[in-house]
Structures are given as C-alpha cells and as structure tokens.
C-alpha cells in the first residue's frame, strides 16, 4: 500500500538513518531515503523536479526532460520484448508462484 506523505504537504522528504532510542545519535553512513510527493505545495525544488513531479501526477508538462521520458515510456510500452523482461524481473521479485503466470499473461496477451 502506497504511503501518503500529507505530513506537512511538501514536494520532498528527506529522511537519514537516526537511532531510535537516542535521536542524537546518527549512523552518518550517507544512506538517505527521499519520498517525492507530486501533490506537494510546500518547500523549495527545482523547476525540473516540479516539472517531474507533474509528469508524475498526470499534470501536462512542457519541460524538455519531461517530453524526452515520456516518449521513452511510449516507447517502451510498445516495445513486447521489453515489456516481457520487465514483467520477469518483477515475477522474480515476487516470488517464484507467481513468475510463470505473470509472463504468460504479457506474452499471450
């Protein structure tokens, strides 16, 4: 299930590895987690990453960037042998009961 991220409705959390029990204590290993919300209204991103942001959310972009991936996704949703590695890769991640149902669908579709 999707989380939604409504907190303080922003475009971007970001999050770094911190101990639970003493929040002073950081882990300082580089790993961050960022959530993007494309229905975020608060705090400071690029035009770019509005820009990705409202590509994300079905809203009409005339970003150059924004053009180029959406074609590559047309692209790729035409392209079968693409769309059947896919659906394998996330078979495989699913778990092996479920791999040879879900490449049989998309190559007999």
Known sequence: MPVRLIWKNRYMYTFENACKEDSEVILND????VFLNAD???GAVSGELKAFLDYVAGRPSED???KKLKRAVENAKKNR?????DIQGMSAWHGPERSGE???DVVNA
Not at 30 to 33: E, F, L, R, S, T
Request: proline share 0%.
């Open 30 to 33: 580089g790993a961050k987690k």
């Open 40 to 42: 975020g209204k608060n």
């Open 64 to 66: 150059i960037f924004v």
């Open 81 to 85: 042998e693409w769309r059947v590695l």
């Open 102 to 104: 879900r490449v049989y």
